[in-house]
Every structure is written in structure tokens, then in C-alpha cells.
């Protein structure tokens, strides 16, 4: 583990702790299943930091001690660990201490003295040789110095290293603080925004059913309900609810909100003052940026490097005077070099040393000492800035706790106003879910007419395959019964036939409320739900009595939100064709207006709240944009359906026209042969043919003066009931098929030419069966023209068509009449038989039209990809051909590159080749036997070789070696003669200790003589032994007296006797006792004898032997001395005061016992 990381690489197990308030680094050996608890312990032990003080973090994640490192993908080579240190947050808490620097201080060498280093060259008589050791004492004292110099400056400069590193790492702790920090406020930020969003819906709904709580109620009182469910008690929609108790909720709920409304403006102040902190503490940094430390670190680089070249210099001036010197005592000075020119060339060497060198180290040096000032105090500017920015990082924390401990209780607040508005949201409701019910009435009767009608329709579909299969078994009898005798037929169940189907359904939905879509509006206006009347155009359209165009108009409601309804899909299942007496017109009729109530109930259900839905600006912008942009596309579809509508309307009017003009051509054509028509009656009468020859040429009589009104027969009947189709229109008509060919030849041929002035691009609904009657306008004359046609033509819009009067033509008689109606049937007939000719054809030339200009169009597609394809492949042959002809030429480079690697590459082998043997024969030089001189020798023989082998053609990396060779083989002699004479004075040295040891063995022999004997003084002197009062730590002798006892000899005092325990305590390991005792007091009892009190228990106990009392070897009977005994075992006079000392035993101190007699 190491405080100093020098390099970016971690190595693998290793973990790199970083200390946030100090920059200090360390590795850790673990792995991944180490605990965090234990890198924190093992941070405590190395830093001081606290185990409960540490705050651990790893980029935006905070380490837990229970968890592996694992947890956390640690350790890893690009994840680092800060820890900070909780006490140095607290807002009280001391700033950081200054910080030091520990440098080791190297002593500058002595100048040197002549007489302390004696050399030989001393004694020389040549003064110029006598000069030659001090200038090799002077250049080896420069060298030193300059040595000592740039070690100190070394120091510094790591130290200054060192300040840098912390620094970026307090840097990236900062970082890494003002990440962790910067999640917590985001989190908190998306919490207080999506609050502050709720509370924003909640907000104005709430605001919404306050201000309009009255008019919520008078649209209620207004309201009336529908006379079928109107009581006694219930008339309005307000009789649902108790108004007085709603008035008081709704004051209850008016202080609640704005009491919430208060609250909330404070939770925002708050998180405003916490958001512009945090902005604060985000843009604040350090006051200087650690790029410029680093910048002028490395341009003070310099200086170590010329302190490098100076003291290289230096090196080199002190071996060239010390091979002057040697060379002057070995006597091998060539005839060139005297001793006076080896001393002038030194002249100037030591003036350069003096002047130049060692000032230039020392300027070096205090420019580092500087710098090294400077990184202190930008340390310490770091440490305070990192100190203040860490604690208000934890104000700000602490204020962002404050929020999010807020945000539950608001929640909670919110919770408790939902169910505080909950009346208000009743009287709200009430009215969109009353106008639902009645909407569902709506659609569950168009549903259910719907659903018989699909029945009705399974019948006929029944019906009609039954009667297929009667008339098939019909025909097959007829076939094979004339062969097959009939009992056989019988037998074989032949004549059986297919039972007939019939659908019931039981009734139901019978107590629905009889309304429709008009009585909706009346019984539960539009106003009840809360949103914008519909337009005119829009509530038109909910009739049945409608046009056409009421499916376009019914598109703008927004039916394509009933995606969802369960209804859609009944809807859908039911096909828009003829059902038993009703027109497809009338089924989609049906259909649409389910749809209509379906729309209704689903607005009514979306519920107040939908208008204040949580949406973003962007999102409400979008939809009122998309709202638009369809609300813009359906008016403009709206616009072409009714221009296409119109359209077709003029060329339908343009047809009567020409039809009308037609039939009164074919009018006038008939009035002209009924001219005629008596002539031919008679020359029919005479040849014998009767009344049929006149209808059969079409001459009918115009009788005038009469009418004769001609029912129309209604072609529509309810669809709930299931029937077959009464008397049609064709069915009567059915008459004029039997006629013969000749009539029709009378009509004029332009009659079927006008049938082929259609439009073509009519409508193809005019192709149903249903709408085949021409639909033409009911004023300016229609019902002249149908007169004169004698034909019904009928608004089939609503397929509800009443009974009218046709107006007659004027004739002669009631036959007559029908005669020409007939006629006029014919033609009508054959001119809607053409037409649909014509149109079926229109409709399959357009059908193959469309297909061919399908075909075209899928063609014309496919021959453009074809040709994007076509250019594409043309495109990548030419990018193929360039990506070829790069690819040539790269390989053209490649190729030249590796010829030129290769010629390089025999080259460098060669010289490789050259170089392997030369480091051969220095390792034979190495290994060579003979010890250090045989080395020598060898070495400088190899440098004698290679110097003699010098030629034109060799390597710079040979001639490298042989310099190197001949540098070291230099050297390696001068430290071979050096430790010739580093051996020699070891041994003089050596011989000297020798001498010094004994000196000192025998000083050390008499300082110990000297210093028992003072010991012995010093004891003596200390244990006198006292004989005047004895005092407490004196020395006293006591002697065995005739009673046995022991008495204190002193010279003025007497009665100290020595207590039985001293006595016991010297005595007990004796076999008798001694006569003397000496010993030091430690404690003086003083006493006085009392008198004895008379007992007659004990008559004898008090005149016994003191001294049995005291040698007694009973415990029970030994005597206690104290202050208050009234005994007398020493045998004194009453009154008489004596004193029991305590003593303890001397070191070293003989007791002596007598001898044994």
C-alpha cells in the first residue's frame, strides 16, 4: 500500500482509494469479493480517517459497507474510489491545517583541509605538482556540493510533483461530489415537476367546479326528467341531490383550496431557492485552474535538467585532475605535458566551477524552492476551496432532504382533496351520465332493429335455398319418375321435401323509454355535459328524414373515437342490403344513427376530467394541429361530396329534361294515331280482328274531359317485421312483357337514343335497385311531368314513399286510357332497361379502364425502380473500379514499403549479427577468471581490440559500443586501481579500530570499578543507621534484650521495641532467633501502658510471661497491640508510654543468629 501513485495504469487486484480533503492516494490489494467494510477499515488504519466518517464514492454510485466490491465492478482499471470524510462537512467544523512539506535535508560538504587529507604529492618539491591534490580536493568538494544541490533540488521538485497530483485528484473528487449531487437534484427536480403537473389538473378542475358549482346546479334544476320517470319527489335533475349539504361541501372545499393552494406556493418557493443554490454551487470553481500549475511545472523541467549537465561537467573535471594525479605519481607524464601546463589548464577549470557551476546549481535550486513554495500554497488554496465548496455541497443536500421529505405529505394533501371534491364532481357527473342513459336507449333500439333485420334477412336467404331445392327434386322426379314405378320412388324417400325455417325471436329490450334522436336534445341537452353547442350543420344531420349526403355529414362527429366501443363490431357485421321490405338506405340509416348514440355516451362518459388532462405544451400543440388539419380535410371532402351531389342532381334534372321532352313527342305521336284510330278499328272489325290488334299497334284513343287517379303502391315497410315484398311497381308493370314486337317497333328510335346521353361518372348508387326511379326536384312542375309520363317517380331518399294522385290524360273512356298508359309503361320500361344496359356497361369499361390504368401504373413502378436499379448498378461498377484502382495502388506503396523493410531489415540483421558477436566477447570479458584485476585486464585488452579494428565501413551502432567499450574499460581501471587503494586503507583503518577496541574494552573496565564503588558510597551514605528519635524511613538496629524482646539501641530515647510482625518477618526462616536486627522504619505506633482491671474469669492470665505471651504458638492467645489495649507485655510501669516500630528488611543485608550452644 502506498500514498504516492505515480502512474494512470492500475494494475489488476489493485484498488485505487483516493482521500477528497487531502488528495492523497492509495492501493489496495483486493479482489472482488472483498468487502467494502474492509477497504474502509484498511483507509482508516493508513489515513485516520474514521470508519463512521467515511463516505465512500465511486462515480454517481455510493458504496455500502455490507456489499462486495463486485456490486459495484470493482476493482477496475478505469473506476476510481472517493472517500470524504463526514466530520469535515459539518458546517462547524475546522478548517484544513496548512500543509507541509517534510523535505530531508542534505548537508553541503566541508571545504576540504590539507592537513586532514595528507596526500603524497604534498611532499613533492615542484610547487606545481604540490598544487595538483588541492585542485583534486577542490573539484571532488565542487562535485559533492553540486551533488547535495541537485539531490535537494530533486526533492523539491517531487514534492511539487506530488501537490500537483493531489490536486487533480481533489479535482476529480469535486467532479465527482458535484455528480452525485447533480442526480439528486435531477431526481428531485422530476419528482417536484411531476407534483407540480398533478397539481396543476387537479388545480384547475377543482378551480373549475368551484366557479361554476352554481351554474352546475341550475343547469340540473333546469333539467327536467323524462315524464316517465318523473315522481313525486323527482321532477329535475336536481332532486338527485341535497342542495343544502352541497352548498356547505362546497364552501368547505373553496377554504380547503385555497389553503392547499397556499402550501403549494410555498413547496415552490422552497424548490426555487434550492434550485438557485444549486445553480450557484454549479457554477462556481476554483480559483485557479490546475492546467497553468501544471504548465509552469514543466517549464521549471529545465532546471533539473541543467543541473543534470553541470554536474555531468563536474564529473568529468574531477576524473581528469584525478588521472593527473595518478599519472604524476606512477611518473607516466608524457614529455608534453608538464606538471606547470596541467596546473594552468586547471586554472581556468576551477575559476569556471567557482563562478559558473555551482552559482548556476544554486540559482537552480532556489527557482525550485520556489516553485515548491508556490505548490504549497496553491495546495492550500485547493484544501480550503475543496473544504468550503464539500460543505456547502451538504447545505444544499440537506435543503433537497427538506423537499423530498415534503413531496409525500403534498401527495397525501391531494389524495385528501379528491375526496373533499368528490360532491362537487357528483353534481358535475350527473348530468353527463343522465344524457348517456338516454343515449343508450338510442342505440340499443337501432341495434335491436338491426339484429331483426339480420334475422328477417337469414330467412329469405332460408326461403330462397329451399325453393332452389323443391324446384331441383321437382325436376328430377320429372326426369326419372316416367321409369321408375312410384311405390319404388316412395320407398326410396324420393318424394320427401325441405321443411320450411322459421325464425323467432324472443322479445326483449321492451322497457326501454320510447325516445329518438330529436327527443334527446329536449330531455337532456347538449349544455348538461359541459361542451360547445354542435353547429347547425352537425345537428341536422341526426334526422332520419335526411338526404344522402347524411353519412358525409355524420363523418364530422368524430365517430373514429368509437374504436374501443363493443358496439362497433355489431355494427360493422351487418351489411347494407335490402332486408324484407326495407332499403339499404334505411339500414345505413340505421346504422349511423347507432353509431350517433354511441358517440354521445361515449363524450358523456369521458368525464369532466378529460379537459384537464396532463398534457405537455408540445403534445397539446401537436393535437390541436392534428385537430385541425382533419377538422380542414372533412370540410373540404364535405365540400367535394356536396359539389359531387350537386353534379349529379343537374345531369339527373338534364335527363328528365330530355325525357320529358321525349315522352311528349311520343304523347303528341299517339294523340296523332288516335286521330286515325276509328279507321283502323273498322278495318280491323271487318277482317275479323279484334280489340288485341289495336293494343298490339299501340293506337289508343284520347279521351278528354276525364281523370283517372292511379294509386302509387308503397315499396317500403317497417324492417322489425319479417314478410315477404307486397305488390311492387314491376309486378303491375309485369303486363306490358306480353306485348308483341310491333308496338315496340312504333316507338321512335330517338327514344333509345336519349337513353344514352347518361353521364358516365354517375353515381354508382344510382345503379341499386332501390333507387332505379328517377329522382328529380319537387317543385317547378314535377308532378306534371309524372302525369304525362304515367309514370311514379318518387324521393326514395328516406324510402318512405306516400300514396298521390297522378293526373290523368284527357280520353274518351276508361279504356282508352289504359290503353295509352300501357304504352307509355312500355317504353318508360324499355328506356330504364336501356339505361341500366348502358350503365352496367359504363361500369365494366371503367372497371377495365381502372384496371388497365392499374396495370399501367404497376408497370410504370416497375420499369423506374428498374432504372434506379439500373443507375445504382452502374454507380457501384464505377465506385468498384476506383475502390480497384486504389486498391492498386496501395498495394503498389505496400509493396515498395516492404522492399524498402526488407533491405532495412537485412541491414539492422547484419548489424544485429555484428552487434550479438561483440556482446559476446564482452561476456567472455565479464565472465573471464582472475577476479576484479583479471577484468580489468580483459576489458582493456577488448578496447585495444576493437580500437585496432576501426574500419570505414562499420555501423554507427559498432562504433557506439567500441566508444562505450573503451569508456567503461577506462573506468573499470581507475576503479580497479581505486580499490587497490581503498583495500589499503581498510587495512590501516582496520589496524587502528583494532587498537581504539582495546582502549575502549579497558576505559570501559574502569568506569565500571569507579561506578560500584560509588554506588557502595552513595549506599553507605544513604543507610546510617540512626541512634537519636527514630524517625519514619530511618535505619534502626534493634538487640535482643533479657525479656526476649527487641530494643531500639538509641542514645536519648528508649522504650522502641520492634513489633512481633518485623520480628516474625526476620525471624521465620531462621532456625533460632538473632540478636540484632537491622532494618529501615516504615511506620511507629505509640502506646501506654494502662492499668489492668481486676476479672475473675482470667486470674492468671495477666501476671503470664510476656515473653510466652509473644513466642505462644497458639493464634487464638497471641497478643494485639493498638491504641486502645490496656495490656502490658513489655513488663513497664503503669503510665509509662512506649513505641511499636514496624520495620522492613534491607537489601542485601546478613542476619546474624547466634551459635547453637
Known sequence: MSSSITSDLIPEGKLLVHIAENGHSFELDCNETTLVEAVMQSIELVSGVHFNDQLVLCADLKLEPQRPLSAYKLPSSDREVFIFNKSRLQTNSPPPPPEDVDIVEI??????????????????????????????????????????????????FDHCERLLREQKVQERALDVARGNLDQYYRMIQQNCSEFMKRYKQQHRYHADLLANFDKDMQKLRSTKLHPKLQTATRKYLSDFVKEDNLRKSAENCNSSHRQFENKVVQLNQMFGEVKRKVEELFTSRASMPIKNLELTIKEHQRYLNEQKSIMQFLSKDVNTVKKLV???LSSQLSSSLRPHDAVSELGPMYDDHDKNHLPRMLACEHAISKLLDFCKDKKNEMNMFVHTYMQKTTYVTYHIKDVKLQFPVFKEAMVRQEDLFMDLKLVRGIGPAYRACLAEIIRRKASMKLYMGMAGQLAERLATKREAEVRRREEFLKAHGLYIPKDILASMGLYDTPNQCDVNIAPFDTALLDIDIPELDHYAPEYLVGLPSKPASLRGSSSLSNESSHSADTEEIGVDTLGKDDSKDFLEGSELVEIAGTSKIEVENAKLKAELATAIALICSLGPEFEYESLDDSKVNTLLKNAAEK???????????????????????????????????????????????????ITNNATGFGLQGVKDDDCKPDISGCGVNVPRVATSEPMDEVSCISISLDAKLGQSGRQTSKGREGVDENMMESSGMLNPHLDSSMQEPQQEDLQIGVKDGKDRMVGQSGMSLTNSSTAESMPEPLNALPCGTAAELGLVSKVGGDLVLELQSALADKLNQLSETEAKLKDALDEISMLRSEMETNHKLLDESQMNCAHLENCLHEAREEAQSHRCAADRRASEYSSLRASAVTMRGLFERLRNCVYAPGGMAGFADSLRTLSQSLANSLNDSEDDGSAEFRKCTQVLAEKVGFLSKHREELHEKFTNVEGVNEQLRKEMEEKNELVKTLFTKHQLEKQSNKEKISFSRLQVHEIAAFVLNSSGHYEAITRNCSNYYL??????????????????IVGQIVHIEHQTVKPLLPSSSRPDRGRADPAEQLTSNTGTERLTLNSGSSLNPYGLPTGCEYFVVTVAMLPDTAIHSPPPS
Open 631 to 681: 377538422t380542414a380535410e372533412a370540410l373540404h371532402l364535405k365540400d367535394e361530396y356536396e359539389k359531387h351531389l350537386q353534379q349529379m342532381l343537374k345531369e339527373k334534372q338534364m335527363q328528365c329534361v330530355s325525357y320529358e321532352k321525349r315522352i311528349q313527342e311520343l304523347e303528341q305521336r299517339l294523340s296523332d294515331r288516335y286521330s286515325q284510330g276509328p279507321k283502323l278499328s
Open 1059 to 1076: 513489633s512481633t510482625e518485623s520480628v516474625a518477618l526476620f525471624t521465620d526462616h531462621l532456625p533460632s532467633q538473632p540478636s540484632y
Open 326 to 328: 595518478d599519472d604524476c
Open 107 to 156: 548537508s553541503e560538504p566541508q571545504p576540504p583541509a590539507s592537513y586532514s587529507d595528507p596526500h603524497p604529492l604534498d611532499d613533492a618539491l615542484d610547487p606545481a605538482l604540490k598544487a595538483l591534490p588541492s585542485y583534486e580536493r577542490q573539484f571532488r568538494y565542487h562535485y559533492h556540493r553540486g551533488q547535495a544541490l541537485y539531490s535537494r533540488t530533486l526533492a523539491e
